[in-house]
């Protein structure tokens, strides 16, 4: 059982708060794509009820962010917490207007097995943390949302997907960016041929560090910067290219600050080779400064800035600048998620996908202690 006083929530504090640049010119072409894109993530209503969410760990990304982003679900709300702090149940319980039964602690977790008002679970605590509770929420028959990276190993990420299933309920990995305009045009326009199949990929995310957290802690965190940011250019690469590397070649770069890092990656450089000859050049790093993302394709280039923001993402292509409404990213990616357990329909972003993606960042690993160009597990 985990110390109950330590709770920290998978927030990157990191991430640009700059306001959108509604000024953008925008084509007819790009926001007609706009309408489209957008279509996608609009939920139905549902005139029954909505699904009732736990979150389980209270740290700053679920009090920045999945908290406030509940009040504008329409398909789902704030109905439980599961805590190690009593004293922050009783605050979340004051400001959301939650029901005392419906405050939880990791050692009374289980019970939430008898709560018909709780549907779904959002683990949301460290990632050393989450096979253990996404288990346990499975196991009372919770649907289970665990935020990203899935685990800290791919042996973690089966047992997750196998309770799940084992117990029924739907496993969905918080991959927001799926649900964020922007990037599903990235999407898009990687599998049709607007601008030809994006070859050529680069990206880089790095913030400066400057004091201990879980993220340093690799029984927690599973690694550095690349388990925390490096996750976001592995998935986009794979959301453009619409495949998964074969190979990946990694160096992890001399560390400046190797007291505070002395358990995990400070600066880590990667490339992914893709199928069809695709490549992505990606860089991580707690001591850095980067939020970009840039594709290259046979008839033109698409470019993102603050690409793996929470918002005020910018972003141009060869064609002219994209303009799209601004999107609660977690709002938008809890209500699908909660349309996929209303309807009974597989999720978008399931636990083999996850899964997949920890396999890379392990073969990442792999390369930068070996030196060696690693081939990528296959589920």
């Known amino acids: 059982m985990p110390n109950k006083k330590r709770e920290v929530g998978d927030r990157e504090p990191h991430c640009s708060r700059r306001e959108f640049l509604s000024s953008l010119l925008v084509g007819t072409a790009a926001l007609t794509t706009g309408i489209n894109v957008l279509a996608r993530q609009v939920p139905r ?74 549907d779904i679970v959002y683990v949301v605590t460290p990632p050393g943390l989450h096979p253990e509770f996404a288990i346990r929420a499975a196991r009372a028959g919770k649907h289970v949302i665990s935020e990203k990276p899935m685990a800290t190993s791919v042996a973690d990420c089966d047992r997750m997907i196998a309770a799940c299933k084992s117990a029924g309920v739907q496993l969905g990995i918080g991959y927001r960016l799926h649900y964020d305009p922007y990037h599903l045009e990235m999407e898009r326009l990687g599998r049709e041929t607007e601008l030809g199949p994006f070859t050529k990929i680069s990206g880089g995310f790095a913030y400066v560090m400057r004091e201990r957290e879980h993220r340093t802690d690799k029984k927690l965190a599973g690694g550095g910067p690349l388990m925390d940011l490096g996750i976001y250019i592995v998935h986009g690469a794979c959301m453009a290219t619409g495949s998964t590397p074969i190979y990946v070649k990694a160096k992890e770069e001399p560390k400046l600050n190797p007291e505070l890092f002395n358990e995990v990656e400070e600066t880590i450089s990667f490339t992914l080779e893709f199928p069809h000859g695709e490549s992505c050049e990606g860089l991580a790093s707690f001591n850095r400064g980067a939020n970009q993302f840039h594709l290259e394709g046979k008839k033109g280039w698409m470019d993102l800035k603050s690409a793996f923001s929470y918002r005020g993402l910018t972003v141009a292509t060869s064609r002219g600048p994209l303009n799209y409404p601004v999107t609660n990213q977690q709002a938008a990616q809890m209500d699908a998620f909660a349309d996929c357990v209303l309807t009974g329909r597989p999720t978008s972003v399931p636990g083999e ?17 070996t030196g060696k160009r690693v081939k990528v597990e296959r589920a």
Do not use: F
């Open 45 to 118: 209503e549902n005139k029954e009820r909505k699904l009732g969410v736990a979150l389980l760990g209270l740290g700053r990304y679920a009090t920045g962010e999945l908290g406030p982003a509940l009040k504008q679900t329409k398909l789902c709300y704030l109905a439980g917490v599961v805590t190690g702090h009593p004293e922050k149940g009783e605050k979340w319980a004051a400001e959301y207007d939650l029901k005392k039964t419906n405050i939880y602690s990791y050692e009374n977790l289980d019970r939430i097995a008898d709560n018909k008002e709780i």
């Open 353 to 369: 996908l996850g899964r997949r993606d920890i396999a890379i960042l392990m073969a990442i690993y792999e390369a930068a202690r």
